[in-house]
Structure formats: structure tokens, C-alpha cells
């Protein structure tokens, strides 16, 4: 989750002059309905809970969707370390499934760390293997996509932009075949996908109809790009988002996951970063993804209580 990479661009500002275009097509490709939920007739944000929001209170899968359900969200994006713990111990895909429809909820994303853009050819083929399991057993859940985070890299190794790209692609391929979307994840600082410009570059690159970008607030800040970057997006290219916030202190260069904060009580532009997707009709499932012991001190109701309250007063502030 940091320091830097050479990519195979000369520069922030060379490759967006030169990527616009591509850019552009990412953003108007679709109707800007497609990937916005409605009510009578109008977009609005789902609000949905990332699973390691509650993580440190030690419940398993099914108390998790119970918290989402009970504390009136719309979606959930649980772990896939969690979910095979869950059927390890003897739980069925099943159950959880009926528990996620009893509560009206859908699971817009999950996380998983499969290592699909490792250099290693063996390496990367049993990374896509675990790929396929997470995108069957999240197909089996009635999920949408998955994170495609750029895990399991050696440090010191070097993965060009390119690289990346084509194997972004065929991840991509082999979720045309479960029926579940991969979506390019940038880590801030990350040596391989450590900024916003580098994701996009490996979504367009890889030259696929449904890539698409998972971006995060946190990671946007740690890895020093801004948010302006989202008008040169669109409802095809952001589905899905990570909210959270960050303190002023400790600084960028060392604020880590557990500094994360609830949307809105830390000096992050969240009601821009809100306004920015409206304004490109972008209306991505909003996640609250938080690593915070504080909040995992708490009880999990209480927290992703909060956590939802937090997330409705930036919308609202965004929208008035």
C-alpha cells in the first residue's frame, strides 16, 4: 500500500493529454442510468457496508449481513476470507443468500486478494484459479463485481502499466464467463496501482467493454492524486466506491488504514467527491470501507449505524 513504480508513461499530465479521449469514451459509453439505482424515476447512491467496517467485533458472515439488514442499508460488499471461513465451518452459500434477500439487500462488491497481476506465470494462473472461486462463490450470492486490487506483487519487483493491462484483460474475460465484473483497484502508493491516472491507464488499456475503477477516498489521498479526477469519469467507469475520510494528522506519508475515520469527521472533500460524480451523472453504490480499532471497539450495530448516518448527511449536504 505504497511507495512508487515506473510506469510506462512519462507523466501524469503526458498521459492525460493523451488519454482524454479514451477517457471520455469510458464515461459516455453507457446511458448514464445504467449503473444508477432509481426511485420513481430518480438516481440516488446506495449506501452499502464494506464488511471491514465491523471486522474487529468477530462475527461471521451471517452476523454481518444481519448488521447491514438491521441497520438499513441497501447493499453489502463482504470478504471472501470471511465468506469461506462461513462454509469451512459448515455454513452454505445458500443461507447467507436467503439472508440477504430477507433484508432487501444486494452485494454490490467483495473483496478478495487474488493475485491476478503478479509477473510469476504460475503464480498469476493460481491467482486467476482463486479469482474464479471468489467470482462463483459471489455469483452463487448474487453479487455484481469484485475488487481487483494489485495484491501479492514481491517488493522491489517491477510490474509495467502494460502488463498490468493485459492481465486486467483477461481477469476481465474470465468474469465475462462468471458473470461477475473485476474492477481495477488502486492502493495508494502501491508500487504496481498507487494512483488514480495508473488505474484508469490499465482500465483503458486493457481495451475491455466492462472495465471498469474501484476507487476509495483514503486511497486517493495516500497515494497523492485529487478528486477532480472523477469529471473525467463516468456511470461506466465508477459503479462502486469506497467512502471513509482522513484525519489531518498523522500525515500522508504515514497515515495508514486504521487512521480512517466515518465520512465527514475528517478534513477530506467528501461532499465534493459526491458532487463530482453527479456531476458526470455517476451514481456508484457508496461502501464505507473503515479499519478503524475505535470503531471496532464499538458495538457492530452501533457503529454501522453511525457509519450510514454519516454517509446520508454528505449526500444530503452534496445534494442541497
Given at each position: 500500500?505504497?511507495?512508487?513504480?515506473?510506469?510506462?508513461?512519462?507523466?501524469?499530465?503526458?498521459?492525460?493529454?493523451?488519454?482524454?479521449?479514451?477517457?471520455?469514451?469510458?464515461?459516455?459509453?453507457?446511458?448514464?442510468?445504467?449503473?444508477a439505482d432509481t426511485v420513481s424515476g430518480e438516481k440516488r447512491f446506495k449506501f452499502c457496508l464494506n464488511m471491514s467496517t465491523i471486522r474487529?467485533?468477530?462475527?461471521?458472515?451471517?452476523?454481518?449481513?444481519?448488521?447491514?439488514?438491521?441497520?438499513?442499508?441497501?447493499?453489502?460488499?463482504?470478504?471472501?476470507?470471511?465468506?469461506?471461513?462461513?462454509?469451512?465451518?459448515?455454513?452454505?452459500?445458500?443461507?447467507?443468500?436467503?439472508?440477504?434477500?430477507?433484508?432487501?439487500?444486494?452485494?454490490?462488491?467483495?473483496?478478495?486478494?487474488?493475485?491476478?497481476?503478479?509477473?510469476?506465470?504460475?503464480?498469476?494462473?493460481?491467482?486467476?484459479?482463486?479469482?474464479?472461486?471468489?467470482?462463483?462463490?459471489?455469483?452463487?450470492?448474487?453479487?455484481?463485481?469484485?475488487?481487483?486490487?494489485?495484491?501479492?506483487?514481491?517488493?522491489?519487483?517491477?510490474?509495467?502499466?502494460?502488463?498490468?493491462?493485459?492481465?486486467?484483460?483477461?481477469?476481465?474475460?474470465?468474469?465475462?464467463?462468471?458473470?461477475?465484473?473485476?474492477?481495477?483497484?488502486?492502493?495508494?502508493?502501491?508500487?504496481?496501482?498507487?494512483?488514480?491516472?495508473?488505474?484508469?491507464?490499465?482500465?483503458?488499456?486493457a481495451n475491455h467493454p466492462k472495465a471498469c475503477f474501484l476507487g476509495d477516498v483514503f486511497h486517493t489521498y495516500k497515494g497523492g492524486c485529487?478528486?477532480?479526477?472523477?469529471?473525467?469519469?463516468?456511470?461506466?467507469?465508477?459503479?462502486?466506491?469506497?467512502?471513509?475520510?482522513?484525519?489531518?494528522?498523522?500525515?500522508?506519508?504515514?497515515?495508514?488504514?486504521?487512521?480512517?475515520?466515518?465520512?465527514?469527521?475528517?478534513?477530506?472533500?467528501?461532499?465534493?467527491?459526491?458532487?463530482?460524480?453527479?456531476?458526470?451523472?455517476?451514481?456508484?453504490?457508496?461502501?464505507?470501507?473503515?479499519?478503524?480499532?475505535?470503531?471496532?471497539?464499538?458495538?457492530?450495530?452501533?457503529?454501522?449505524?453511525?457509519?450510514?448516518?454519516?454517509?446520508?448527511?454528505?449526500?444530503?449536504?452534496?445534494?442541497?
Open positions: 500500500m505504497s511507495s512508487n513504480s515506473s510506469p510506462s508513461f512519462t507523466g501524469r499530465r503526458d498521459f492525460l493529454a493523451g488519454s482524454g479521449l479514451a477517457i471520455g469514451a469510458l464515461a459516455s459509453g453507457f446511458q448514464q442510468t445504467a449503473f474487529g467485533q468477530e462475527l461471521d458472515a451471517a452476523g454481518e449481513i444481519e448488521v447491514a439488514g438491521k441497520a438499513g442499508y441497501d447493499a453489502i460488499e463482504p470478504w471472501f476470507r470471511k465468506l469461506n471461513d462461513y462454509v469451512e465451518k459448515g455454513g452454505k452459500i445458500e443461507e447467507l443468500k436467503k439472508r440477504i434477500d430477507d433484508h432487501g439487500l444486494t452485494v454490490e462488491s467483495a473483496i478478495g486478494f487474488a493475485k491476478w497481476v503478479v509477473n510469476d506465470p504460475a503464480e498469476r494462473s493460481a491467482g486467476l484459479e482463486e479469482a474464479k472461486r471468489d467470482m462463483d462463490m459471489i455469483a452463487r450470492l448474487g453479487g455484481k463485481r469484485i475488487a481487483a486490487p494489485p495484491a501479492g506483487v514481491p517488493g522491489g519487483e517491477v510490474v509495467t502499466l502494460d502488463d498490468a493491462a493485459d492481465r486486467y484483460r483477461a481477469l476481465l474475460e474470465l468474469g465475462d464467463e462468471m458473470g461477475v465484473v473485476p474492477q481495477v483497484e488502486m492502493w495508494g502508493g502501491n508500487p504496481t496501482i498507487g494512483t488514480v491516472e495508473k488505474a484508469l491507464y490499465v482500465a483503458i488499456r485529487g478528486f477532480e479526477s472523477i469529471l473525467l469519469m463516468g456511470p461506466r467507469t465508477l459503479q462502486h466506491y469506497h467512502m471513509n475520510d482522513y484525519p489531518a494528522d498523522p500525515p500522508r506519508e504515514t497515515i495508514k488504514d486504521a487512521d480512517r475515520v466515518f465520512p465527514g469527521d475528517g478534513i477530506a472533500p467528501v461532499v465534493e467527491v459526491i458532487r463530482n460524480f453527479m456531476a458526470v451523472g455517476a451514481y456508484p453504490s457508496l461502501s464505507l470501507e473503515l479499519f478503524n480499532p475505535a470503531y471496532w471497539a464499538m458495538p457492530a450495530d452501533k457503529c454501522a449505524r453511525i457509519g450510514l448516518e454519516k454517509m446520508k448527511e454528505v449526500v444530503a449536504k452534496a445534494m442541497a
